[in-house]
């Protein structure tokens, strides 16, 4: 973990960091799709899978968020979408 004091990610980093994070959550969704198809989403691999693709979620707005704050004016809006 970087300590709080550190430079925030460049407009680079960020480019590269969300398009790496579009692609894992593509992947991720293509996987849970075939998981949750063959098993359910009540069992506890859909179950699993689809508490993983939340979490997901939730961290590309969280790295969308902090894109924001470190890139004002840049145009960050979708480096995670």
Do not use: I, W
């Not at 961290?59 to 968020?65: C, R, W």
Request: aromatic share 6%; glycine share 8%.
């Amino acid at each position: 973990m970087r300590p709080e004091n550190s430079l925030p990610l460049t407009l680079e980093e960020h480019r590269e960091l969300g398009r790496e994070m579009k692609l894992t959550a593509h992947r991720m969704r293509t996987l849970c799709a075939l998981v949750v198809g063959v098993y359910g989403p009540q069992s506890q691999a859909g179950f699993t899978f689809l508490k993983a693709l939340e979490a997901l979620d939730r961290l590309n707005q969280e790295m969308q968020n902090q894109a924001a704050r470190d890139l004002p004016g840049y145009g960050a809006d979708d480096l995670y979408r």
